[in-house]
Structure formats: structure tokens, C-alpha cells
């Protein structure tokens, strides 16, 4: 399942090939994905230039111009592709739900095999669109820091995986990135939100958002060459320390620690009990 740096990387590799670029045809061959593609989409996006990307969360957005933004969430298997138009005609693959084309030559190509993701279009202003309502703040904004994350778990009996994988408290946070942040703060998985210092909340910070920006830096050098490929943008086999690791050493110098794997509020969770406390 693609994660926030998958997402970032995604966004810097469809940044370089298509912004300014006006989309000039738009092909659908499934609409029933998650949500159902709305019937009147391709109206709204077609003739539309990109103006910027961005993301929020886990989600990808065009911003076209006439305040029209396409939304694009990339579920648990969603891929795009990048081709260039004079390569060798596309043969449609499987699970390719949607291709848009652009101006300058560029197609984007959208495949996903389980369909839990989708696209969808916000007229007027992005941060009005209901699915952000209740999100929680960026965790590589300024705004996350050790004081917000304390006041918010101060009070909750909840473990500290379950905290820090909830959307709402801060977004785009998965199993992961959540492990490896942990493991890198050296604490405990499973401590509750109200023993926490704000010296703890402080570590778990800084090391959120090291781990993300690692993640990130390394997924920009795999982006490189993508367009000479036409490969797939923003999937990369990132150095995890922790995650998937389990009867490993722990990674961490002079640790003699194993890596443990617990279910932790139903999903897999990776850490060291030798040197997480
Ligand atoms: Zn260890």
C-alpha cells in the first residue's frame, strides 16, 4: 500500500512531466472503483490546464484552472505510469481504469488492480472538499510538533501505534512509516497516550518526520530517468529498518535485540522491545 513518500514521489514525477500541460483527451474504461467516477468528469477536466500539483494526505490533486481540482487516490494497489506518445502505441493493459493525455505529448495512466481507489473533481476551493473536513494537520507541517502531539494524546488511553496511525490526529500516517518512526524514537509501540512526556511526544516528532523525509529523498533518486523509461512513477524499495523485519537483529548499533511482530489494533506492527521503551 503506497504511503506518504510513495505519494510525494508521485507527485514530484507527474510535476516534472505534465505541469503547465493542458489535458486534451481523457479515457475511462471502468468507473466503478471505489467511488464511482462521476458521468460528466471528463467534461469538467477536458481543455483544462494544470496550474500545480499537490497532495494532502495520501491524496493526489491537479489544480486545473477555472478552480476545478481532480482528485486522485491511489487505494492500497493504485500505479500511474508516465508514457510519451511517440514510444510505440500503448497497448492497453489490465486494470488500466483510466489514461489522460496531454499537450505535450504526455500520457498519465492509472491502473489498479483491487480498485479501492478513485478520482474525483472539487469545484472552488480544495481545502472545502468534504473527504479533508476531518483530516488531521500534515506530518511534515510546522504545525506537528512534540507540543501538538502531546496535548492531543495526553488524556488517551490508546496505544501509541493506534494515536499516530489515526487520520484525523495527523494524516497520511500508515502502518510503515509508524513503525519505523517509533523504532527510531526508540519507544514503545504499545505505551498509552496519557504516560507519554512531552519529551516523548517531542522524539516521536522529530523522528516522523526524518523517517518521511528520508523515504522522500529516496524516492526522488528513482525518479530520475522515469521518462526515458515510461515507467512507473513513485515506487521504490525504500531501506525500512524495522518494518517487515521481524527475527532480525535489531538494526540499531550495539542493540542484541530481535525485532518482534505484534498485531497492534488489527495491523502488523514492527519493533524491538531490547531498545523501544
Ligand atoms: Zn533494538
Known amino acids: 500500500m503506497p ?3 510513495e505519494i510525494e514521489t508521485v507527485k514530484l514525477g507527474i510535476e516534472k512531466t505534465v505541469l503547465g500541460s493542458v489535458i486534451i483527451s481523457t479515457k475511462i474504461f471502468r468507473r466503478d472503483l471505489r467511488f464511482p467516477i462521476n458521468d460528466n468528469l471528463e467534461k469538467l477536466i477536458l481543455n483544462k490546464r494544470v496550474l500545480g500539483i499537490g497532495r494532502r494526505s495520501k491524496y493526489l490533486l491537479f489544480f486545473l484552472n477555472k478552480k476545478t481540482t481532480l482528485v486522485l487516490h491511489l487505494g492500497m494497489s493504485g500505479k500511474i505510469s508516465v508514457r510519451l506518445k511517440s514510444e510505440c502505441e500503448y497497448t492497453l493493459k489490465k ?3 483510466l489514461i489522460m493525455s496531454f499537450d505535450n505529448g504526455i500520457f498519465l495512466i492509472y491502473n489498479d488492480p483491487r480498485r479501492f481507489g478513485f478520482v474525483e473533481t472539487i469545484e472552488g476551493n480544495y481545502k472545502d472538499y468534504r473527504r479533508f473536513r476531518y483530516m488531521g494537520i500534515e506530518p511534515l507541517s510546522k504545525k506537528f510538533d512534540g507540543k501538538y502531539l502531546w496535548n492531543k494524546i495526553k488524556k488517551s488511553s490508546r496505544n501509541l501505534k493506534s494515536i499516530l496511525m489515526d487520520q484525523k490526529l495527523v494524516a497520511g500516517l500508515g502502518n510503515i512509516y509508524v513503525s519505523e518512526a517509533l523504532w527510531d524514537s526508540q519507544i514503545n509501540p504499545t ?3 496519557k504516560n507519554m512526556s512531552l519529551i516523548d511526544c517531542q522524539k516521536i516528532v522529530v523522528s516522523t518526520k526524518k523517517v ?5 529523498k529516496f524516492g526522488g533518486t528513482t525518479l530520475k530517468d522515469f521518462r526515458q523509461i515510461g515507467g512507473e512513477v513513485g515506487y521504490f524499495q525504500n531501506k525500512l529498518q524495522v518494518y517487515g523485519k521481524e527475527g532480525q537483529s535489531c538494526f540499531r548499533r ?9 498485531i497492534i489494533s488489527g495491523r502488523s506492527t514492527f519493533y524491538c522491545s531490547t531498545c523501544q521503551k
Open 3 to 5: 504511503e506518504l513518500p
Open 95 to 97: 486494470h488500466d481504469h
Open 191 to 193: 505505551r498509552i497516550g
Open 212 to 216: 518521511l523525509k528520508k523515504a522522500i
Open 254 to 262: 550495539k542493540c542484541k535485540g530481535t525485532v518482534e511482530k505484534s
